[in-house]
């Protein structure tokens, strides 16, 4: 059986009084599910940006304080939460690139095709930022946002009760 602790007790003597708990319980858990999926867009945002500390880039910062963490956002639907990594390169650091990112791909590839021009061992070259020309076989997956989704589908259950319980006990004759 089934442990929950929440007890709501209703007078079946008073039908109005019953059916007007049930309406503010019913109010109470819509709160604390709105209230839930919002702090669970939170965390994942905390959580995304710890994942992007994980990874260390080319100069020794790590992808959290790169300008790509900057972009994040994560904004709670009426369908569920939306997440969005601004930057056009966002696709490719999550899911690497050429034969280096071949070699570690990303844990969904879902298709993705890490070196459709063929480039191999031979990589390629490209504009930096500085206006410099550099040279790149490709980068592995940094797989930030799977691993946030991953931990999100764990932790969504527990973290939405969590505030369904706290809305509820606020409703008079809820224990």
Do not use: C
């Amino acid at each position: 059986m089934a442990n929950y602790d929440v007890m709501v007790d209703l007078d079946f003597n008073d039908m109005y009084l019953a059916t007007l708990t049930m309406k503010k319980v019913q109010r109470a858990v819509e709160r604390g599910v709105e209230k839930g999926v919002e702090e669970l867009a939170i965390r994942m945002k905390e959580k995304m940006i710890e994942f992007m500390g994980e990874y260390t880039l080319k100069d020794g910062d790590t992808l959290a304080s790169s300008r790509l963490a900057q972009t994040i956002n994560i904004l709670p639907q009426a369908t569920g939460i939306k997440i969005e990594v601004g930057g056009e390169y966002a696709t490719f650091v999550e899911y690497g690139t050429g034969i280096v990112g071949s070699r570690n791909p990303h844990p969904m590839p879902d298709g993705w095709v890490y070196d459709p021009k063929g480039y191999g061992e031979d990589g390629w070259s490209y504009i930096k930022e500085n206006g410099k020309v550099g040279w790149t076989a490709g980068q592995s997956s940094k797989p930030f946002v799977y691993r946030t989704w991953f931990w999100a589908r764990g932790s969504v259950h527990n973290i939405v009760m969590k505030n369904v319980r706290r809305e509820v006990k606020k409703v008079r004759g809820v224990r």
